[in-house]
């Protein structure tokens, strides 16, 4: 069966294993190529790499048709303009912290306060969760002589901190960290904004079990032990009994530190090596200073910068002066890889670089890869992966201030701060060690168990929100540049789209298609009939992006100006005033003044004379014990004058929305209602670009931190929030103006929770051959932080890409992308697919049907997604950790999972003829059977294959998935709605055996009926001698309102009718469409399986299959049944690779059904030669 439009294209007919350092033959069959099986106890195959082709022959031209480089661009980043760890005085400060620690490690700690001190220090009771903290040392001085610990044990004039502890039912674990009474408020992200799960989520205490260790030699408490059991289903796979993890949290008191552990197993300890520290609000004229312990008050640390630095011409002053917070983090046991912390050019298997990863999100001009430095986002999310026993972990840092995480790396110590513990000393005295720091803010940390990959999804998304489902177009191809200058240029590229027969769903417009730059405007020359225009594409099924960024243009002929401006929604800048204040009296002190009456006169003279004298007066003399009333300098906030932060963007002068206020979201939101944004229409969807924020003027392109937002809040505290707010109000506003569709909005900058608002993109990446192999390790970052709506820009942003890397970029994105878009730079040559030569055309239009082949099942892992929070792509190692190989550079930074079915490699090199593919295997007692998606070849896993790469990227499914396509070749996503689907099944050789899903709904609306199918296919019996398989589906059917419950027979009838009606009904598409769709398809067939084929039944099997039979179902009344199911055989034919072809099978995914495929009856007695 021929599997993709164009089979002279398909050159995938060689895919051969690589052994002993050479490329051998397979040495199979005539009609098939798949490679001998390995024989037992045989050495896995060396792995080498594919060879490269100097050929000028080659199909993918390149040499002789590539564009001319622009000289317009540099070549490197500009280091001057991003500061480093050693340029932040916080981090800087952190890192001769964590030195002074590591050197004089038993001077210093943290303690919980006992019971008595905790009582004593007035105030409400604490929870059994919440503890007073001090440290062991009185003042830096202390340290400075060589004091001990327990010379100072018991002193508390150290910071007032308090520790929570919250417990929550899916399993993760909460480290939150403050000051008790600070000077002003810390910061701290609002409920909701990111953590959304709420105090119901909460495990009861009274489910948690509370236990105390006491030391044997003084009788007081040594730690708090709590222990709870969690219960989840698995994320994502067949619908299993729940799992239950057993968590256990150790809290040692003195020195403080927290284990957690996972089913009895410690999987992670914090404040293992003692570097927490947690700087305190303090005036600039702290007195008593002395008596305040952290990083800001040491003298051998570090005290340049407290209350104010410079970074090259810009000034940063600090009203509240240092409030910097850190930690460190061990992931425990034999962890050699730890993963995430997008979003950096960096490797997947992070690296120990001398610098440590930055997260402050910022504009990067051509930014380099393999560097910690910062990008457009962050998540502070990173997985550690335990290689002895196969478990995964997560951390989370809830900190949107600048933070610095350094990876360190394996460390197996003899000894450790605080000892050994809990019964596993050898355990916890080895792992990955990290330290995180952040400049201001709460140390707000969450630690999730797992104990495997999908649980940690699962746990991070219950903390975080789940995504919602995106509509079926933005899975689709995107076309994209800076700019389509007109409305005829931008119709010009649809119309040939058309002509040249490519699917694509979206056309996007950049900047210049505004009014000066004033976002949600037209500029009327170019654009005169914008909604004109947009309707034309909706003819076609599809949809317009207008770019809406948040610099707004600061000019009084502009209304989202003048109405921000008045409604005083803008970020501001304070010159701050301070006043003086007297410290409050300690309890029991009284005010002294400064002179006394004098105590040896008792009274006026004996011959005063008030009539004559006077009254008299008391003389008065110095008070000895008066002292002269310290004050303290603090921020006056009512006579601090504010005024609207301006700074310089594309517009040139603008200000920038508070997008942190809920009031600016409000106003943001409304602005998308068509009637507001006139020349949109419900077609116009939105990219907002540059929210960093991107200020061409200020201090490494964005905002000063001492900008301020609402409620005071400094820029400082939450400058990483500030993409998300302004994704978060774009979202809003679609969902409150689209009439009941679901919202698609683009982002480049983000922060955890940012996925519950739509994609994400890498940001300005180059036409370059590194930057397309190292996309591979940015998305699967980014989906690790829960962003599995990520891609990468096709062909490079910047540069002009030669046109093998441009179809390369396609092949690879195609599949791999699940954000598929092209964009390029104003100063690139024009790089639409038709501007390729012949050959490469046919190539980029081939891969571009490839991914509308594959939507139903790229819209089914976005199903899965949403649920269970497994990412949509992955890496080798979150299904095929216990595969030693896929940690291997050469497989985990060029490799990708879609899915639990799908793997592709990235080709990263020009002139490739072959690109060898590893095929993991699951389990090392256990071979993987993976098959060449084209030819549907079986391949034996454990081993490496050098595909043809002529003409496509490498694809291969995994044996035991079956994967919903649709082969109709359709102009764009909506138009495929009723097309059929076909299932393409890869058995498991080791148990005859497959599963997977297919999810249907309208595609298009938040609230949809909807059916998610699964499908199995197993040995079923023998009958009569034969051996019968069974193939089948069972459906959930759902309402369009999630509140309902519990349907009824009747009910599941009714909605599936209005599922059928629904996809039935293509309003936005014009009447010439519809009667060319329905040309093509007579009737609405979006719930029909038109073909199921079936791959690895083997020879014998294949070629004895007999018939397939179609079960129908009778009722229990109808005469002579008694129930009992009739059969309707099927059309089905086998083709030469032993792949079985059934056609027309007239089943449903809307309904149940079952076929059998049953053998021919002389191979009775041979099961186990089939199915063992």
């Not at 746990?459 to 995107?478: D, E, R, W, Y």
């Not at 195609?814 to 697919?833: C, G, K, L, S, V």
């Not at 009722?1115 to 056609?1143: C, H, S, W, Y």
């Amino acid at each position: 069966m021929a599997t993709t439009s164009s089979p002279s294209r398909v050159l995938f007919s060689d895919a051969r294993q690589i052994d002993v350092g050479r490329v051998q033959s397979s040495g199979a069959s005539k009609k098939t190529s798949y490679p001998r099986r390995e024989t037992d106890g045989r050495a896995a195959p060396r792995i080498r790499r594919s060879r490269r082709s100097a050929a000028a022959s080659l199909l993918l031209l390149s040499a002789s048709t590539t564009c001319h480089q622009s000289s317009l661009f540099a070549e490197a980043v500009d280091h001057s303009k991003f500061r480093t760890c050693e340029q932040g005085s916080f981090c800087r400060r952190y890192r001769k912290w964590v030195e002074l620690v590591k050197n004089t490690p038993a001077t210093f700690h943290w303690s919980i306060a006992d019971t008595k001190e905790q009582s004593s220090s007035g105030g409400a009771a604490l929870s059994p969760t919440e503890f007073d903290l001090h440290s062991t040392a009185t003042s830096p001085s202390a340290v400075e002589a060589g004091t001990s610990s327990e010379d100072q044990a018991g002193a508390s004039n150290s910071p007032p901190l308090t520790l929570k502890l919250d417990f929550y039912k899916f399993g993760g674990v909460r480290f939150f960290v403050t000051e008790k009474d600070p000077l002003y408020p810390r910061y701290k992200i609002p409920d909701g904004d990111v953590v959304v799960a709420t105090e119901r989520e909460l495990v009861p205490m009274s489910d948690v079990s509370v236990s105390k260790i006491k030391d044997d030699a003084t009788g007081a408490v040594a730690a708090t032990v709590f222990e709870y059991s969690t219960s989840s289903a698995p994320g994502g796979g067949e619908a299993v009994a729940e799992e239950t993890t057993k968590v256990k949290v150790e809290l040692r008191h003195s020195p403080l530190l927290l284990i957690a552990s996972a089913n009895n197993v410690p999987f992670a300890v914090v404040n293992k090596r003692n570097l927490l520290n947690f700087e305190i609000y303090r005036p600039q004229n702290t007195v008593k200073k002395d008596k305040i312990y952290d990083a800001a008050n040491h003298p051998t640390v570090d005290t340049h910068g407290l209350h104010a630095e410079s970074f090259g011409s810009h000034h940063d002053p600090k009203p509240r002066g240092p409030a910097s917070l850190g930690v460190d983090v061990t992931f425990v046991g034999d962890v050699g890889h730890v993963s995430g912390l997008p979003e950096h050019a960096a490797a997947l298997l992070l690296k120990p670089f001398e610098e440590p990863y930055r997260l402050y999100n910022l504009d990067v001009f051509e930014y380099e890869l393999n560097s910690p430095m910062a990008l457009y986002g962050a998540v502070p999310m990173l997985w550690g992966y335990e290689r002895s026993l196969h478990t995964v972990s997560g951390v989370l840092w809830n900190n949107p201030s600048e933070t610095f995480v350094k990876v360190e790396g394996f460390a197996d110590n003899t000894s450790w701060f605080g000892g050994g513990g809990s019964g596993d000393a050898a355990r916890l005295s080895k792992g990955y060690d990290t330290w995180w720091v952040s400049e201001s803010g709460v140390l707000d940390l969450f630690l999730f168990p797992g104990p495997h990959a999908p649980a940690v999804s699962k746990q991070f998304h219950s903390l975080t929100g789940f995504a919602p489902m995106p509509p079926v177009f933005a899975i689709g191809k995107h076309q994209c540049r800076w700019n389509y200058v007109s409305e005829k240029d931008l119709l010009e590229v649809h119309d040939k789209f058309e002509s040249y027969d490519i699917p694509y769903d979206v056309l996007w417009l950049d900047i210049e298609h505004t009014d000066g730059k004033r976002y949600f405007t037209w500029d009327k020359r170019h654009f005169p009939n914008p909604d004109s225009m947009t309707k034309r594409l909706s003819g076609h099924g599809r949809k317009l992006v207008t770019i809406v960024d948040p610099h707004i243009k600061a000019t009084g002929d502009y209304s989202v100006y003048t109405n921000l401006k008045d409604m005083d929604l803008l970020t501001k800048k304070k010159t701050w005033q301070y006043k003086d204040l007297a410290p409050a009296l300690s309890p029991g002190e009284e005010e002294q003044l400064p002179m006394i009456k004098d105590p040896s006169v008792t009274g006026p003279p004996a011959d005063w004379v008030t009539v004559k004298d006077g009254i008299w007066e008391h003389p008065m003399i110095p008070n000895p014990n008066y002292k002269p009333q310290e004050t303290i300098r603090v921020l006056d906030y009512q006579n601090s004058p504010a005024t609207n932060f301006e700074g310089w963007c594309w517009p040139g002068q603008s200000v920038y929305p508070d997008f942190s206020n809920p009031d600016m979201r409000k106003f943001w939101a409304a602005r998308f209602n068509t009637e507001l944004y006139t020349g949109s229409t419900l077609d116009t969807y939105t990219w907002n670009d540059m929210n960093e924020p991107s200020v061409f003027n200020g201090p490494e392109v964005s905002a000063p931190r001492d900008a301020v937002h609402v409620h005071d809040v400094e820029h400082r505290d939450n400058h990483n929030l500030y993409g998300m707010y302004v994704q978060r109000a774009t979202f809003e506003g679609h969902l409150e103006h689209k009439q009941g569709r679901r919202p698609f909005v683009l982002s480049r900058s983000f922060f955890t929770g940012s996925h519950r608002y739509g994609a994400i993109w890498t940001g300005d990446n180059m036409a370059q051959w590194a930057h397309l192999k190292d996309s591979v390790a940015m998305v699967l970052s980014h989906a690790l932080g829960g962003i599995s709506f990520i891609g990468a820009d096709v062909g490079g942003f910047f540069k002009n890409p030669e046109q093998e890397l441009m179809v390369r970029w396609y092949q690879f994105g195609a599949i791999a992308y699940p954000f598929f878009r092209n964009h390029a730079h104003i100063e690139t040559a024009r790089r639409e697919p038709w501007t390729l030569n012949k050959d490469n055309l046919s190539f980029v239009k081939a891969a571009v049907r490839l991914r509308y082949q594959l939507l139903p099942y790229y819209y089914t892992l976005f199903k899965d997604y949403t649920v269970t929070g497994k990412p949509v792509i992955q890496p080798l190692w979150y299904s095929f950790g216990k595969d030693p190989k896929v940690w291997e550079a050469d497989k985990a930074e060029f490799q990708i999972l879609v899915g639990d079915a799908l793997m592709t490699r990235v080709v990263a090199e020009p002139n490739m003829v072959e690109s060898t593919v590893y095929l993991p295997n699951e389990t090392p007692d256990k071979v993987t059977t993976w098959y060449c998606w084209y030819t549907k070849e079986p391949l034996r896993g454990g081993g490496s294959y050098a595909f043809d790469v002529r003409g496509n990227a490498a694809l291969v499914a995994k044996g035991g998935s079956v994967v919903p396509t649709k082969f109709r070749q359709r102009r764009s996503a909506a138009l495929m709605k009723q097309d059929p689907f076909t299932l393409n099944v890869f058995l498991d050789p080791n148990t005859h055996t497959a599963t997977g899903k297919v999810y249907v709904d309208d595609y298009v609306h938040v609230e949809t009926p909807s059916v998610l199918q699964t499908i199995t296919i197993e040995p079923k019996q023998t009958k009569n001698g034969a051996v019968v398989m069974s193939i089948y589906g069972k459906t959930e059917i759902a309402p369009a309102s999630s509140t309902t419950q519990g349907t009824t027979t009747a009910d599941s009838a009714t909605i599936l009718q209005g599922l059928e009606n629904a996809l039935a009904v293509t309003p936005e598409v014009d009447q010439a469409e519809k009667e060319h769709q329905n040309t093509a398809m007579k009737k609405n067939a979006g719930l029909l399986i038109e073909r199921i084929v079936i791959s690895g039944l083997g020879e014998q099997l294949a070629h004895n299959i007999k018939q397939v039979q179609r079960m129908i179902t009778q009722p229990a009344t109808a005469p002579g049944t008694d129930g009992q199911p009739a059969f309707e055989n099927v059309q089905f034919r086998m083709d030469l690779t032993d792949t079985l072809l059934i056609k027309l099978p007239q089943v449903s995914v809307g309904q149940d059904w079952e076929l059998l495929l049953t053998t021919e009856v002389d191979v009775a007695g041979k099961w186990e030669e089939f199915f063992i």
